[in-house]
């Protein structure tokens, strides 16, 4: 990575602030029920607390818009990060103001504290130059490891980063080396495999991953639009129809770059969504006129591992059907369980991909699992992402 990180630069004796991503899913009690994004954040924490810093960490949770609201309040992730750290993490009253200035200031080495939901203030997404310099009026260092909001130019991620010495967190560093690697210097075979519900989602990711991998395999919802452009029926599922000449162009395009295109072969097909209706499983021929392709089929789910099974580098993002009803995630799973199998570099891009494979209890089986959903898609892209093109270089 040709950015700054933690171990690049000297912490001892320094107060630094550090933008997490602890924005964590919740139960209506506000009970935390995924806390993974507070666990990803510990290396870099402990190796600050470790090597003589004090840590301030700040973070958003949820949508506030700008004001404050006791249901976005971060104290759930104080008392979790406690237990995890093993040390009582405060959480202040604000992220910043004359409270948190005379708490941060009387801060030792060793010492850390949360600050309060930065979302509660409307100057945060705005990225307003005033608020993030009083940010950074209470470190002499800016860590950013918030991989999950780094394509968001905000006053907590992007506007302190131009305040004060800024550079990568542990988690941003792992982020950028594993999905890095993968799309400038991929082992090969280099197999991607895109699902998820709209075409138009992803893109741009497709476009980006035709110029570097060796195949493509698309399911999901996405699949249907490029069925369609073949001349497939597709009954009444998922269908974006301004864009098949788009589907038919990329089809073409992989053909003439010589990358191997996979879409699906046989489907579940339901008469409804929501898993209440009848299902069976058809032939790619076969989709009848009132039904709805839920999932791919099993031999699709044979083919596709089979194809995951030959790689060096496997990319993942995007469930293969609606995976949030059980009979309908088979082929989701046919997809988490080939990764798993694989010795390849398996990376899982985010989003629905890393809820389902955390949710299968897998996601310590692959090579990693970003936690960032629309940040990893944009990185996926080849954007730039405004909260690390701020970081020092190295
Ligand atoms: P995305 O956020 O684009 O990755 O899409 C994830 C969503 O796509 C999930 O909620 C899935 O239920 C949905 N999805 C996947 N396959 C299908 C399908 N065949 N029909 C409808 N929705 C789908």
Redesign the pocket.
């Known amino acids: 990575m040709s950015k700054k990180t933690v171990k690049d630069i000297e912490v001892k004796g320094k107060r630094v602030l550090v933008r997490a991503d602890f924005n964590v899913p919740q139960d209506q009690y506000g009970g935390i029920t995924d806390d993974r994004r507070i666990r990803e954040a510990l290396p870099t924490i402990k190796y600050l607390l470790a090597n003589g810093a004090s840590v301030v960490l700040a973070s958003h949770l949820g949508r506030p818009n700008g004001e404050r609201n006791e249901k976005f309040t971060l104290r759930p992730v104080a008392a979790r990060l406690s237990g995890l750290l093993g040390v009582q993490v405060p959480l202040l009253p604000d992220c910043v103001g004359p409270e948190v200035k005379a708490h941060v200031t009387a801060m030792k080495p060793g010492d850390v504290a949360l600050l309060e939901n930065v979302r509660f203030h409307k100057e945060e997404e705005a990225n307003d130059a005033a608020f993030a310099k009083e940010l950074a009026s209470n470190a002499d260092i800016f860590v950013m490891d918030a991989f999950g909001t780094a394509h968001r130019a905000h006053a907590s991620t992007e506007g302190v980063a131009r305040c004060i010495p800024a550079v990568a967190g542990l988690l941003v560093e792992k982020e950028l080396r594993v999905m890095g690697d993968a799309l400038s210097d991929p082992k090969r075979p280099f197999v991607a495999v895109l ?4 075409v138009k ?2 893109i741009a990711v497709v476009e980006n991953l035709l110029g570097k991998v060796d195949t493509l395999i698309i ?6 639009t490029f069925l369609k452009s073949e001349g497939y029926p597709t009954g009444g ?2 269908l974006d129809p301004e864009r098949l000449d788009y589907c038919r162009g990329i089809i073409s395009q992989a053909k003439a770059r010589g990358v191997k295109l996979l879409l699906p072969i046989d489907h579940l097909v339901a008469t409804s ?1 929501d898993g209440k209706g009848t299902s069976k499983v058809v032939n790619a021929e076969g989709i009848p006129q009132d039904m ?4 791919i089929g099993p031999q699709t789910g044979k083919a596709f591992a089979e194809e995951i099974r030959k790689a060096m580098t496997v990319l993942w ?9 059980p009979e ?1 995630s088979k082929g989701t799973l046919a997809i988490a369980n080939a990764l798993v199998e694989s010795s390849a570099v398996t990376i899982v891009g985010g ?3 890393a809820a389902a494979i955390e949710k299968l209890g897998l996601a310590d089986k692959v090579t990693h699992v970003s936690t960032g ?1 629309g940040a990893s898609l944009e990185f996926l892209e080849g954007k730039v992402l405004p909260g690390i093109d701020a970081l020092q270089d190295l």
């Open positions: 699902g998820g519900a709209k989602d992803k399911g999901g919802g996405m699949a249907y599922s998922l969504l709805i392709g839920v999932d993002n995007g469930p293969m059907g609606v995976f949030e009803v309908f989003g629905d991909s959903g």
